[in-house]
T-cell receptor
């Protein structure tokens, strides 16, 4: 299988500061790394992803970094807003498998 | 319009009873999945299906049985319900292959009393 470790489990930041969530994976064959945001009472929704042929990807205020050597990837949210408060899940998928393996989630709280 | 429909949205069941959670997707995806979310385990994988065939099963208990009558359906039958089964059950689907991010349904919130 694949083990995805995600830290921290809870992250509290001040509005307009940045927030970083870090994940590691075990299987070097993993090649796809999506990030999901889940708001209370809602389903998880894809917000950004990165494939193994990239090291960095940015969509507006979201930046994902991938270090394949260290088997580490991270999500950085710049200029956080209270609306960014949610549960965030990192995930990894191997090339020959449809299944996505999820981290245990990070509860992000952005304080006004 | 929701692209993955899960029914019912809320479900209260008595211990020992049997329930079926419905999932239909209209995305033309080939792979479907069931996940369970509770306070103990944020997103716990249960099953994956591809072209209506079981690909992966991480559920220890045979009380949980997926049923796929059509390519875009993957229902979940749960028998002999226990209070510990109380959770939100999410169905998801993906195209399969290299472009395989998931789309999740809105979930069924199950409470077993």
């Amino acid at each position: 299988g694949e083990q995805v470790e995600q830290l921290p489990s809870i992250l509290r930041v001040q509005e307009r500061s940045s927030a970083s969530i870090n994940c590691t994976y075990e299987n070097s064959a993993s090649n796809y790394f999506p990030w999901y945001k889940q708001e209370p009472g809602e389903n998880p929704k894809l917000i950004i992803d990165i494939r193994s042929n990239m090291e960095r990807k940015q969509i507006q205020g979201l930046i994902v970094l991938l270090d394949k050597k260290a088997k580490r990837f991270s999500l950085h949210i710049t200029d956080t807003q209270p609306a960014d408060s949610a549960m965030y899940f990192c995930a990894a998928r191997r090339n020959n498998n449809n299944r996505i393996f999820f981290g245990d989630g990070t509860q992000l709280v952005v304080k006004p | 319009d929701p692209k993955i429909i899960q029914k019912p949205k809320y479900l209260v069941a008595v211990t020992g009873s049997e329930k079926i959670l419905i999932c239909e997707q209209y995305l033309g995806h080939n792979a479907m999945y069931w996940y369970r979310q509770s306070a103990k385990k944020p997103l716990e994988f249960m099953f994956s299906y591809s072209y209506q065939k079981l690909m992966d099963n991480q559920t220890a208990s045979s009380r949980f049985q997926p049923q796929s009558s059509k390519k875009n359906h993957l229902d979940l039958q749960i028998t002999a319900l226990k209070p510990d089964d109380s959770a939100t059950y999410f169905c998801a689907s993906s195209q399969g292959g290299l472009n395989s991010d998931y789309t999740f349904g809105s979930g069924t919130r199950l409470l077993v009393i």
